[in-house]
């Protein structure tokens, strides 16, 4: 019989390398656009490091009572090189969910990073380490380890159903999750959309940016312009 709230999946179908590989410099926001402008997590789960953080890899899930670390510690012997570890704490912000030396622990391991829906310490020590943690903000008072939890779970983390194996993309503008099974058409798209935006960026400086949809958009929209 499953033991629901305290069990530890070991196996996950990760994408191939290949694949997750492809999300190397491709901003969040040419993701999320392409995703219907959803599937990104809340805007107060962001990275605690100086600025130009940028990981991508494949999720690890945990989910664990709020103020408590067990599964975290499990989940970070389990993981494997790349994966993020991802974490739903329930939003809690009472208690850190992990601090500086389960940063250089998963350093060591070859993990790519956290997020994490909840509160994290040693912000400093961390940011000056420079591993990647995406948390809703810090706090100095320490976690239990009494469990329960699950790891390898569809959670919830910033609002967004992330599953085991689901690839991740999180940098300065936030974290996205993107369903495995889609991220081929996902990766596909995005390219197209940065591509695209490069293109803009030329013609701007080149004069040449066409803006006749501004005018044309409130002419439909039936905005009336006084003057001119």
């Known amino acids: 019989m499953s033991n629901v709230g305290f069990r530890v999946f070991e196996n996950v179908k990760r994408a191939d390398q290949a694949l997750i590989n492809g999300f190397e410099g491709i901003a969040t926001p040419n993701i999320g656009d392409v995703m219907g402008r959803m599937f990104a997590m809340d805007h107060s789960i962001k990275s605690i490091n100086k600025p130009g953080i940028h990981i991508f890899g494949s999720a690890l899930t945990v989910r664990t009572h709020p103020a408590d670390n067990l599964m975290v510690h499990k989940a970070m012997d389990l993981a494997q090189p790349g994966d993020i570890i991802v974490i739903d704490a329930c939003g809690d912000m009472g208690n850190a969910i992990l601090g500086e030396l389960m940063c250089h622990y998963a350093k060591t391991k070859g993990i790519a990073g ?7 310490r040693d912000l400093h020590g961390i940011a000056e380490m420079g591993f990647p943690v995406f948390a809703k903000g810090g706090s100095p008072r320490g976690p239990y380890k009494e469990g329960p939890g699950e790891i390898n779970t569809i959670i919830s983390c910033g609002g967004v159903s992330v599953s085991p194996g689901d690839i991740i993309v999180a940098d ?3 974290v996205i999750a993107i369903p495995k099974d889609d991220a081929p058409t996902v990766l596909a798209n995005a390219k197209k959309v940065q591509e695209k935006e490069k293109a803009v960026i030329e013609s701007i ?8 949809w501004v005018d044309q958009t409130l002419q439909d929209k039936g905005c009336e312009i006084i003057g001119g």
């Open 172 to 174: 300065d503008d936030g």
């Open 205 to 212: 400086y080149k004069g040449e940016w066409d803006r006749t």
């Open 114 to 120: 956290y997020i994490v829906d909840g509160s994290v």
